[in-house]
């Protein structure tokens, strides 16, 4: 198997490899599709490792950060 490390791969290599991950990767299916690729652009750009780009979405779900926190809600106060 040769390796997915932005260190040994080129940008036409890590956008097939995006491609075959995800399947369709012109988003034509359900609309699922452009939002996983913008998230993996750090990889083909050679900016993030794929390993990184995994961690930090599963750390997110993981969580259940869907957004910030709220302490309180300074309308009601008022």
Same mark, same amino acid.
């Given at each position: 198997?040769?390796?997915? $490390? &932005?260190?040994?791969?080129?940008?036409?290599? @890590?956008?097939?490899?995006?491609? /075959?991950?995800?399947?369709?990767?012109?988003? $034509?299916?359900?609309?699922?599709?452009?939002?996983?690729? /913008?998230?993996?652009?750090?990889?083909?750009?050679?900016?993030?490792?794929? @390993? /990184? &780009?995994?961690?930090?979405?599963?750390?997110?779900?993981? @969580?259940?950060a869907?957004?910030?926190? @709220? /302490?309180?809600?300074?309308?009601?106060?008022?």
């Open positions: 198997m040769k390796s997915i $490390l &932005i260190a040994d791969t080129t940008r036409e290599e @890590r956008e097939q490899i995006v491609a /075959e991950s995800i399947g369709n990767i012109d988003g $034509l299916c359900d609309g699922c599709s452009p939002g996983l690729i /913008e998230m993996y652009h750090a990889y083909i750009d050679g900016r993030k490792e794929l @390993r /990184e &780009i995994n961690m930090e979405f599963n750390a997110r779900y993981t @969580r259940g869907m957004g910030p926190d @709220r /302490e309180k809600c300074d309308y009601l106060e008022q």
